[in-house]
């Protein structure tokens, strides 16, 4: 098949790009507003963008119809966030963080995941997730609000937080992280399957 956007349904062509993006990593991303108020919520539109600075990248999508998620409002107020990773542990949790509440509820009750005090931002971590990483804001890009559209969120890494037993001189070993990632509709993958290949010594 081919799909142009400018004569497709915005709905199908966002469901090439969960099909074919795949898999995903998921942020879980806490926030706080500016009364302090928690919030908990998974994006997988996630990935690094760049290593020095460290600075990390995910997207959330304009709500209904132009709404903004409460991640972005609370970002935009405080410039403060962090992104834990979610391992096979804590599928269930972050699944029950992802349901569309008002901004009022705190996503740490309502799943049942602990909040520890982080070291240099406001918002906290997640106690359960075996990798957390601090952010400062570094950049909005906001792509489009229409629906569908969405905004880049860019945060430089301001500390690293990884269990101790799955680290061993900054490698991280993936059966210990145990990290989920998203593929299209309601489906996940594990990070189990994996194969090794070096890269040509040119
Ligand atoms: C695994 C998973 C990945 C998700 N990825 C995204 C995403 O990349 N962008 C987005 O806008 N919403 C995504 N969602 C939906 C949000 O988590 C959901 O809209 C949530 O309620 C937003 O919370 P907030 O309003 O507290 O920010 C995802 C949901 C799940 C379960």
């Known amino acids: 098949m081919t799909a142009d956007p400018g004569n497709t349904a915005a709905q199908d062509i966002y469901k090439l790009l969960i099909g074919l993006i795949v898999p995903r990593p998921i942020a879980f991303v806490s926030t706080v507003d500016a009364a302090g108020v928690r919030n908990l919520?998974?994006?997988?539109?996630?990935?690094?963008?760049?290593?020095d600075p460290p600075v990390i990248a995910f997207s959330p999508m304009v709500r209904g119809a132009e709404g903004v998620k409460d991640t972005l409002r609370n970002i935009r107020e405080t410039r403060e966030f962090v992104v834990n990773i979610v391992s096979e542990e804590i599928a269930g949790?972050?699944?029950l963080a992802s349901g569309e509440y008002p901004p009022e509820v705190d996503e740490f009750?309502?799943?049942?995941l602990t909040p520890v005090a982080s070291g240099l931002v406001a918002p906290p971590r997640v106690k359960q997730a075996r990798a957390s990483?601090?952010?400062?804001l570094f950049q909005i890009v906001e792509v489009s609000k229409r629906r569908l559209g969405g905004s880049l969120v860019l945060g430089e890494v301001v500390r690293f937080h990884v269990e101790d037993s799955i680290v061993?001189?900054?490698?991280v070993d993936?059966?210990?992280?145990?990290?989920?990632?998203?593929?299209?509709?309601?489906?996940?993958?594990?990070?189990r399957d994996r194969f090794d290949m070096e890269r040509p010594k040119v």
Do not use: Q, W
């Open 168 to 171: 061993d001189h900054f490698r």
């Open 93 to 95: 949790e972050m699944n």
């Open 174 to 191: 993936p059966d210990g992280l145990k990290a989920i990632g998203r593929m299209g509709g309601t489906s996940y993958t594990r990070t």
């Open 109 to 112: 009750v309502m799943s049942g």
């Open 133 to 136: 990483m601090e952010c400062k």
């Open 41 to 51: 919520a998974p994006f997988s539109f996630f990935t690094c963008a760049s290593a």
